[in-house]
């Protein structure tokens, strides 16, 4: 069993900025990527951004140059800079490793 911990949503303004944190425990023996999804209202989830623990990363078309992924393999945690938000970034982001999920946390960008 893994257990993922997000933290670091909230409420920015257009433009502005958020750093989202996800600290995965429990049984891992090894971990080869980790990543960050989102779903809005409405819509299905979908991928934001992933990294393998290489280093090597992935974005959404929609976030490229605004998001930025980044790890720290040794405490198993990955972290999301969102700068330039928009309105559409509004959504719950969700951590992902291998089957598991983090519980999720709230992002919304209103003026």
């Known amino acids: 069993q893994v257990q993922l911990v997000e933290s670091g949503g909230g409420l920015a303004q257009p433009g502005g900025s958020l750093r989202l944190s996800c600290a995965a425990s429990g049984n891992i023996f090894r971990i080869n990527g980790m990543g960050w999804y989102r779903q809005a209202p409405g819509k299905q989830r979908e991928l934001v951004a992933a990294i393998t623990s290489g280093g090597a990363t992935n974005y959404a078309d929609s976030v490229k140059g605004r998001f930025t992924i980044s790890g720290d393999n040794a405490k198993n945690t990955i972290f999301l800079q969102m700068n330039n938000l928009k309105l559409e970034d509004t959504a719950v982001y969700y951590c992902?490793?291998?089957?598991?999920w983090g519980q999720g946390t709230q992002v919304t960008v209103s003026s």
């Open positions: 992902n490793v291998y089957a598991f």
